[in-house]
């Protein structure tokens, strides 16, 4: 049998999946093409102002990509590529780039949610006219679709259900390995915008912040490092996931997974490790347990697709508000409503881009249940702040809170008051962030 050519040259378009290791487009590319070249495009969607009045992006969560970028072009040059950047519409801008370098085909990530779907079908109609193809791959998930016990439109709304089946009869793949070498023509030195260029001023991370993200595949690994084999932390991590003080008290990996800076695979992979080595317990499976959270609304919005982002979500037997208070708006996000505990959430989002899983439970309750608006303005807001943002686990976590979701329960609701007593007892957390107590003015 005839052994198949490899293509001359190919593109790699990177967008959520800045890393190396456990990369299979990268690993797919590099097998079929004689010569490859790595691309990111700044897409000028992304920087647009949404119809809810918030930026699509902020600036904490552009210097995490900036600096993700760096990092992943830092990569590529020790084993002979580098990254190109471009900015602009996607859909103009890879075919242009297709064109100048005569590439026979793209590889790219393959997306779940619509927006970044219709892109990929604007790239891929664009391509089609060049005779271009483009490859897909699904590069975010612990699980592969095809290899869940159901289709996708048959996939359980409700989470246990889903996970019950699917831990039983469905494996989890191994990873890929970081690429050794690749072959690319010169690339020139990286020339990455400014947060200036990008209409976003510097924002420096406040020194309460639970953590000083730092965008990139190598900071991510580090971080994996210093929590499960230094500290050991992984060990804890059931009993201290809920805490809201500190780097440790939970795995803080959620920034590098949205960004791609690491794959969900090789945080599993690096568990079993873990296990070998330490003892498994509660707290290792936990981590995979909230791993699979994440993949569970990757393929609610393949499933559901724009649902998530009406004011019905997927049920439409929940009456939400539709109502917007302005100035109740503005109370919430600048950390002055009558709550105390929401106040001082309110200001770590504000200052560091960041906030604690139960931080963010309760801001959504109060948003939809005390102050009763519709619940996509704080889901919109969160999307503009948040330095790990990710358009699957907010929209989604948010349509849950709203009790228009993924909620058995239909209507969740958070008692603030008696969760800043649970969660927050001796008001270290309250005092830390020096919320004005609003009984006191």
């Known amino acids: 049998m005839a052994k198949k050519e490899n293509m001359k040259t190919s593109i790699v378009w990177f967008k959520t999946d800045l890393r190396l290791e456990d990369n299979e487009t990268l690993l797919k590319a590099i097998a079929q093409s004689e010569q490859l070249i790595p691309v990111y495009c700044f897409d000028d969607s992304h920087f647009e102002t949404t119809v809810y009045g918030f930026k699509k992006t902020g600036s904490f969560r552009e210097q995490f990509l900036l600096e993700s970028l760096e990092d992943l072009d830092k990569n590529l040059r020790k084993i002979g590529s580098g990254l190109v950047i471009l900015k ?91 690429p050794e070498q690749i072959n690319s023509p010169e690339i020139p030195e990286i020339k990455l915008p400014t947060l200036i260029d990008l209409n976003l001023e510097f924002m420096p991370i406040d020194s309460r912040a639970a953590i000083q993200f730092k965008g990139g595949e190598t900071e991510a690994i580090n971080r994996l490092n210093h929590y499960f084999y230094e500290s050991k932390c992984l060990s804890d991590y059931k009993e201290t996931r809920n805490g809201m003080i500190g780097a440790d008290y939970s795995s803080k990996f959620s920034a590098w997974l949205a ?140 349509a849950y809170l709203a009790g228009v979701g993924n909620d058995p329960r239909g209507h969740r609701y958070f008692n603030i008051e008696k969760q800043a007593n649970d969660y927050d007892k001796n008001k270290s957390f309250r005092n830390l962030w020096k919320a004005i107590d609003p009984s006191k003015i």
């Open 259 to 398: 960004m791609g800076c690491i794959s969900p695979r090789f945080i599993y992979a690096e568990v079993k490790k873990y296990e070998k080595q330490f003892g498994a317990n509660d707290s290792t499976y936990w981590l995979i347990f909230e791993l699979l959270w994440r993949d569970f609304f990757r393929f609610m919005f393949k499933k559901h697709q724009t649902k998530f982002f009406l004011y019905s979500g997927i049920k439409t037997d929940k009456v939400n508000s539709k109502s917007l208070n302005e100035k109740l708006l503005s109370q919430w996000i600048n950390g002055t409503t009558n709550s105390n505990f929401i106040n001082s959430n309110m200001l770590e989002l504000k200052k560091t881009g960041f906030m604690s899983n139960r931080g963010r439970q309760n801001v959504a309750s109060f948003f939809c249940n005390e102050l009763n608006m519709d619940w996509r303005f704080g889901a919109a807001y969160f999307e503009e702040s948040l330095i790990d943002y990710d358009v699957c686990s907010n929209w989604g976590n948010w």
């Open 88 to 178: 602009g519409k996607p859909e103009v801008e890879i075919p242009k780039f297709v064109k100048n370098h005569k590439a026979q085909k793209v590889f790219s990530k393959r997306e779940v949610a619509f927006e970044e779907k219709q892109t990929e079908k604007l790239v891929q109609a664009e391509l089609f006219k060049l005779r271009c193809e483009l490859e897909t791959f699904s590069t975010s998930t612990l699980y592969h679709a095809e290899d869940l016990p159901f289709s996708i439109k048959d996939i359980p709304d409700v989470f246990t259900n889903f996970r019950k089946k699917t831990e039983k009869e469905s494996k989890i793949r191994s990873v890929f390995v970081a």
